[in-house]
Structure formats: structure tokens, C-alpha cells
């Protein structure tokens, strides 16, 4: 078996990590008890490039149980948990290819030797190995089905694709099931941004000033639990009516020059690039701190800073100090990658059930549907959604109610109307 990871000898700690993010995963071990059984994914090569961590562990061990066989990579070099990779290898023998910290040569050269099986299934987060078969692999496309994408950026490098007639093969968005966006970005995302941000700094939110950039479910999610510890949250966006929203739910909204001015604390989740530039650093008080928990590390211009910087040093593992011209500190987090996965450990285990849960049952989709899929993105089918959602509901022992006949013939007839 290939591999590339870290240290081999951390294993024990991984799969301690792996068995408890596992108890908290009841939707996705129920599809693992079920794969093993069934079998739906017998011989399927499948070349994964998933954060490396726990909930990603137990997403590769319910592919392998359904009879796949996969290479995983990283899809960010900070994003790692190296003693996952390590059990991944040594325990449930899955051929894994990253390391926390690696470089970007590294961080190709991972994603190469995911693709080196010929994968009949791709798994992304952000697209890169979509990409990287598209412009440098293209003799890999014939045999591939299809393929997942986790995460909101890497949906509108897809849909891109589609419309400039480049994507080769059908793509699964995960990240646009309900299961998936209204849990793992909003509840996922909001605790491990500031969990991350606490973990690089061991600042106290209550009563500082905060800044989110981006009011998508990200953002409503890391204002609402920012908010909740007690800071003073500003919300910046260029949506109209994201700003409105923001702005009644109970938010300061301003451009993020104004706020710039104001902020202590300052996250970018915009899925955009260069959202804190020239302007904004030249604003920002002395001390000002600044993290990105979008998907790429490109949110926050840190060329640029660089350039403005005097003189720069290492405070905290996750924490840089820029000394600019002028004599003010910015303090960078995570070096602008994902703040959640650099200083934390990424969302819960509890909602990466229901992410992890649409994907095993995605790839399950794209095998039962093999040929019969354009070259477009497609949606998760709205019964895999709702199953997962029932699925979730009773395993915290929640009932809901159920439309009598009656209801069910009144919402789909419109003859009546006012009585
Ligand atoms: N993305 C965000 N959090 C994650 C996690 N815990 N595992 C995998 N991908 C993630």
C-alpha cells in the first residue's frame, strides 16, 4: 500500500480520535453498517481530496466497507490531522497522502498520487482534483463516472466549468443539500471559526469588536456565535439582500473601510479574493487580528501585506506578527488558510455526519446511475436529503408530525381559497 503521511508511530492517538468523532456520527455509521452488507461499491476506484481529519476518517471507512477502494489527499496543506492520517493508514489500510503543514509542491504532488489508481469516482473540497484532471490528467476522464464537491467554492469553480463546456464528467454538489449547507456551513463553520480564532489567540471575545466579511450561511453562522460569546459584531457584504438580512438580524452592517477603523477582530468567509486589501491594512488600528475562513487563502491580500511589513515574527503556533512601515501590528492567523482547520479541528463530528452522510450516499448514486448523467452539476436528490434528515432527527430521538390525507390533497389541489 502507497502512502505519504507524517509519522506512522501516531496511529494510536488517530484511531482514539477517529472511534470517538465516530459516536457522534450515527447517520453515517448506519450507511457504513449498511455498505458492509450490500456492498454497492464493489471495486470502485475512488481519489479522494478531503480535509484529512476524523469525520473524514469515518467517511473513508464507510466507502471502503461498501467495497471501494480509495486514495485520499488533502484538499489544504494546514487542514491535516497527522495522526488521523496515520490510523487511516495503519489501521484501515487506506492509501493517504498528506501532511500537516505541507508545502504547495507537496500539496500537488499529494493530489497526483491520489489520481495514480485512475479513479472511476472523484471526492473534492475546492475543486483542485477536478482541476488538476482536467488541465494535466485529461487521459484519466474516460474512466471516471462522476464526482463529488464539498464545499460552496468549489461549486462555483464547477458550475464555471460547466458553462465553458470544460467539465468532462457529472458532479454531485454536497454542499447545496440542506443537510449539508444549513448545518455544516452555519452550525459547522460558526463554532470552529471562533473555536480556531480562541485556540490561535486565547483572546476574550466579550466586548470586542468583531468583524465578519461575508453573510452567507459561513457568516451568519460565525456572527451568531461570536455575537453569542458577547462581542460587538459588525457585518460587511456587496450582497443587497444578504446586508438586509444581516442588518435585522440584529447586526451593525458598514463597508468594510468603516469597519476596518473599528475592528479589533476581523474574519473573512466571502468565498472571494483580495476582500482585505491595501485600504483596510492601512486603516486598521494597532493590534488588529486577522483571520480567513473561506476556502482559500486568498481573502485577505497577504502579498501585499507582506509588502507593507517591516518586519514579521512567529507569536503563537498560528499567530504572525506583521510590524508595518509605520510602526502598527496586524496580527495574521493560520497564514489566511482556514482558521477552523489550521488552529482547530474543522466542524463537529455531529455535522459532518450529515456532509459525510450525503457524500457516501452521493458516490453510492453515481455508481447505481453510471451513463446516465450529463456533464453538468447536479444537485443531491431530494430523497437522499430528506432520508438523512429523518435519519438524524431520530437518532437524537426527535419525532415530527406527518400530513394527514386530507392536508396532503388540500396543498396539491388549488381549488380552495378563501372560505
Ligand atoms: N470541513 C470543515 N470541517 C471539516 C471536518 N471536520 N472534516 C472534514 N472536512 C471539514
Known amino acids: 500500500m502507497e502512502y505519504e503521511i507524517k509519522d506512522i508511530s501516531l496511529a494510536e492517538k488517530g484511531l482514539n480520535r477517529i472511534e470517538w468523532a465516530d459516536?457522534?456520527?450515527?447517520?453515517?455509521?448506519?450507511?457504513?453498517?449498511?455498505f458492509e452488507i450490500e456492498k454497492p461499491l464493489r471495486g470502485l476506484r475512488i481519489s479522494a481530496c478531503l480535509h484529512v481529519t476524523t469525520e473524514t476518517g469515518n467517511l473513508a471507512?464507510?466507502?471502503?466497507?461498501?467495497?471501494?477502494?480509495?486514495?485520499?489527499?488533502?484538499?489544504?496543506?494546514?487542514?491535516?490531522?497527522?495522526e488521523v492520517a496515520a490510523s487511516l493508514v495503519r489501521d484501515f489500510e487506506i492509501s493517504t497522502f498528506a501532511i500537516k503543514g505541507?508545502?504547495?509542491?507537496?500539496y500537488y504532488s499529494h493530489i497526483h498520487s491520489a489520481l495514480k489508481h485512475r479513479p472511476q469516482i472523484t471526492m473534492d473540497d475546492g475543486a483542485d482534483l477536478v482541476t488538476t484532471v482536467l488541465s494535466e490528467k485529461k487521459e484519466l476522464i474516460p474512466e471516471i463516472i462522476g464526482g463529488t464537491e464539498e464545499t460552496t467554492t468549489g461549486i462555483v469553480r464547477l458550475r464555471s466549468m460547466a458553462e465553458n463546456?470544460?467539465?468532462?464528467?457529472?458532479?454531485?454538489?454536497?454542499?447545496?443539500?440542506?443537510?449539508k449547507h444549513l448545518f455544516d456551513n452555519r452550525y459547522g463553520t460558526g463554532q470552529?471559526?471562533?473555536?480556531?480564532?480562541?485556540?490561535?489567540?486565547?483572546?476574550?471575545?466579550?466586548?470586542?469588536?468583531?468583524?465578519?466579511?461575508?453573510?452567507?450561511?459561513?457568516?451568519?453562522?460565525?456572527?451568531?456565535?461570536?455575537?453569542?460569546?458577547?462581542?460587538?459584531?459588525?457585518?460587511?457584504?456587496?450582497?443587497?439582500?444578504?446586508g438586509l438580512e444581516a442588518v435585522m438580524d440584529g447586526f451593525q452592517v458598514m463597508p468594510l473601510l468603516d469597519a476596518a477603523r473599528v475592528g479589533r477582530i476581523f474574519v473573512t468567509l466571502t468565498g472571494n479574493k483580495h476582500v482585505i486589501?491595501?485600504?483596510?491594512?492601512?486603516?486598521?488600528?494597532?493590534?488588529?487580528?486577522?483571520?480567513?475562513?473561506g476556502h482559500f487563502n486568498v481573502e485577505i491580500d497577504i502579498p501585499l501585506l507582506e509588502k507593507m511589513t517591516r518586519q514579521k515574527r512567529r507569536i503563537r503556533e498560528f499567530m504572525d506578527e506583521y510590524l508595518l512601515g509605520d510602526g502598527r501590528r496586524i496580527y495574521l492567523l493560520g497564514?489566511?488558510?482556514?482558521?477552523?482547520?489550521?488552529?482547530?479541528?474543522?466542524?463537529?463530528?455531529?455535522?459532518?455526519?450529515?456532509?459525510?452522510?450525503?457524500?457516501?450516499?452521493?458516490?453510492?448514486?453515481?455508481?447505481?446511475?453510471?451513463?446516465?448523467?450529463?456533464?453538468?452539476?447536479?444537485?443531491?436528490?431530494?430523497?437522499?436529503?430528506?432520508?438523512?434528515?429523518?435519519?438524524?432527527l431520530a437518532s437524537l430521538g426527535v419525532s415530527i408530525d406527518c400530513l394527514t390525507g386530507d392536508q396532503e390533497s388540500y396543498l396539491s389541489s388549488w381549488l380552495e381559497g378563501t372560505q
Request: aromatic content about 4%.
Open 23 to 34: 459516536q457522534a456520527m450515527p447517520v453515517l455509521r448506519s450507511i457504513r453498517q449498511r
Open 61 to 82: 471507512r464507510a466507502l471502503k466497507a461498501g467495497g471501494a477502494e480509495i486514495r485520499l489527499c488533502a484538499s489544504n496543506p494546514l487542514s491535516t490531522q497527522d
Open 102 to 106: 505541507e508545502d504547495s509542491q507537496t
Open 165 to 179: 463546456k470544460v467539465l468532462k464528467f457529472p458532479v454531485i454538489s454536497v454542499n447545496d443539500a440542506d443537510t
Open 192 to 242: 470552529s471559526t471562533v473555536d480556531g480564532i480562541i485556540r490561535a489567540t486565547n483572546l476574550l471575545l466579550a466586548g470586542t469588536s468583531f468583524v465578519v466579511a461575508g453573510y452567507g450561511w459561513c457568516g451568519r453562522g460565525v456572527a451568531m456565535r461570536a455575537k453569542g460569546m458577547g462581542a460587538h459584531v459588525i457585518v460587511t457584504e456587496v450582497d443587497p439582500v444578504r
Open 277 to 293: 486589501r491595501k485600504e483596510h491594512f492601512d486603516a486598521m488600528p494597532d493590534g488588529a487580528v486577522i483571520a480567513n475562513s
Open 335 to 392: 497564514e489566511g488558510r482556514l482558521i477552523n482547520l489550521a488552529a482547530a479541528e474543522g466542524h463537529p463530528a455531529a455535522v459532518m455526519d450529515m456532509s459525510f452522510a450525503n457524500q457516501a450516499l452521493s458516490v453510492e448514486y453515481l455508481a447505481k446511475n453510471k451513463g446516465r448523467l450529463e456533464n453538468r452539476v447536479y444537485v443531491v436528490p431530494r430523497e437522499i436529503d430528506h432520508e438523512i434528515a429523518r435519519l438524524k
